[in-house]
């Protein structure tokens, strides 16, 4: 969708539109690491604001570990935050008993990452969403519920029905398991979704099903919907604004469009050049390497600049805020700011189209720690 | 285009002279104990060359992850090979039918140089031990007589071949996130030294920067090691650029077998091309995506003829009654050595059963 059209869209018929439903302001999670030292903590999650409105879907992408399953799991409240709130309609949505996250699991319902650990082994597929169907919808029986069954499981197109429903886990392929997930969480009829990575077990024509049948949820249903995914071009497609992490704090925000096709900050540039096309092999970012940024002691500053190719002083001391890049776009960038100091960006293409694809020295080591090096 | 440019995945080193270091030869699978058994793998040949990575795509459910666990002779119960072989071929050049072996004769055999990288590896870490050591056990179990000096560095560095920090070496698996996880079982597999390394679905977890720095260090280990490698994915934009042949599956069968920019450039599979344009593009204009019509046939109620044909806007009568097998295409001037099973490209087998042979479309025979 482009920015015109998504800005009508919010503009819509209901004026309750423009007002979150799910909100989550300066979120921070962190974990105590036990070890050497027992005050070390792993700072997955660090000042994330987010809004889910009725009828969005906002993706969040990024590096593996920067924390994108950690805000699902915090907005879900299955852990409790370290720093910051989490809304529900503008209220605060801290639930305190079992009783209040019951209420709280039948709006915001989760599909979690991994559908191989989601699922019950022991249970088929009937059981599980027998028994979402009953906690969410009520006690059904019989014909009513042998359709409500078949109404799920056609929604994710495992049909014939039959061929599934009495399936356990472990007799259905990965791509099969994870739409039983899905058709799980379908079956609390919820506020919000937040989904982790829902396709990225799924091959390209079922993506596209489960895909469209997400924008069906958002278009029909009015859902929100947070969509985790490392599949950028998905989130050009599906989401209305992309949300962009490095290491725990969100790097650029912004319409989807817009942040895939022209980003802004230096990490959102590499992540979408490393892309794989094969339309195009040569604007690659190759040897785009660099240690993963330690969570423990996360790098001052600009938690990027280790990798970064622009790095000033200014990057390694002071952190950058979200600055406006355009419209309705921002990126935690010094390169944006309006200071003498800052850093003069260039192509990320170009500076690491020029390092050697391979580390090494680390290739080295590894080899030579080798045992039994044959050729 | 310039495919050979690529760093890494030593496209120029792929052996004129073939090396085969694994041979699948007409794998059967079945699923079930009862009268009806779902047939998963029908007749699945496939080889696999020393050093070279082969690329194994198709929809979910078509049977690429039986295909790997049969493969490695770890097929869990109800799964149940029903005919072919799996050649192994060490380097000192003695086959073995690793199917027929005895457990005892597979334990002393080269076997051991199989390391496989399983789907939804994340959830097989033991749970209660910290990473570091689970590969340092891993590397002690492997190499006989490895210090412990020696073992915990070489995890280290093997952690951090896959971008793994070195204060993370001491968390425990619930500690990571998933595609931390799935970065460790790349690290234990690569641990093991293995000749023939397949994972299946390796990297569905990371972001494809991470992505991109693992495949590409595995293939310059690949090129220094003389491992070989067999990816199993959906995500063929992936497979075009790190593979060296690709074999597209459908519903337990390979329906095409070619180099991997054959595959990209001139598809003659109608799967094949199906699947090739039902990916959304970053770049360039938005189009609407059709995706393949339908969804795969049923494996336990499989029709005779062609298992594609209800999804296939080439069929014709044939292909309800003839069932393709792997041929040349029929198109003047291909490539030497890539197959396809489609009735357009096979007019003998048509007429043999009694029908007129159709021409290959245009868009089947660039
Ligand atoms: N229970 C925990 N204890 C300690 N650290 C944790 C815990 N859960 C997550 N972490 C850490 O928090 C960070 C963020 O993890 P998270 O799962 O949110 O990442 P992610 O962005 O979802 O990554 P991926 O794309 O790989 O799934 C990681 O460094 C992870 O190791
Ligand atoms: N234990 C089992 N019993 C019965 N059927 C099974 C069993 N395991 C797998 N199957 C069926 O065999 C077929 C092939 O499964 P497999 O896991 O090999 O698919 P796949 O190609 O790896 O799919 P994905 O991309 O989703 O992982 C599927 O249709 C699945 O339902
Ligand atoms: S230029 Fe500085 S602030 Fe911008 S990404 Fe690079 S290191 Fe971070
Ligand atoms: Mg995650
Ligand atoms: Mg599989």
Redesign the pocket.
Known sequence: MTAPEAAARSRGADPGDDAPVLQAVGLKKH?P?RGLRSHDV?H??DDVDLELHRGRVVALV??????????ARLLAQLMPVTGGQILLHGQDATVRNRRGFRAYVRRVQMIF?DPFGSLNPVHTVRYTLTRSVRIHQGKLRGAELEDALSALLTRVQLTPVERYVDKFPHELSGGQRQRVAIARALSADPEVLLA??PISMLDVSIRLGILNLLRDLRDRLQIAILY?T?DIASARYFADRTMV?YA?RVVESGDSESVTQDPKHPYTQLLVRSAPDPEDLDARARGARGEAPS?VRPPAGCRFNPRCPFATDVCRTEVPPLLPVGDGRLAACWGYADRPDRPTLGSVLEVYGERPAVDEQLLAAVEGTSTEVQR | MSVSTFPGTGRGVIPTVADPVLEIRNLSVEYGYDENPTKVLRDVSLTLNRGEVLGLAGESGCGKSTLAYAATRLLPPPGLITGGEVVFRGRDGVEQDILTLSDKDLRASRWQDMAIVFQGAMNSLNPVHRIGRQIVDALQAHVPGISRRDADDRAAHLLELVGISAD?VR?YP???????RQRVMIAMALALEPQVLIMDEPTT???VVMQRQIVEQIAELRDRLGFSVIFITHDVSLLIEIADRIAIMYAGEIVEEAHAHDVYRRPRHPYSDGLLHSFPPLRGPRRELTGIPGSPPDLARLPVGCPFRDRCAFAFDACATVSPRLTAPAVPGDTPGRSVACLRHDPAAVTAAGFTPQPVPDRLSL
């Open positions: 974990f690491v792993v997955a999650v990024g590096e593996s570990g920067s924390g994108k399953s950690t805000i990452q982790d990575e985790i490392h992490m725990g969570l | 993370r968390s619930h500690q990571l996130s998933g595609g931390m977890a990371l972001d």
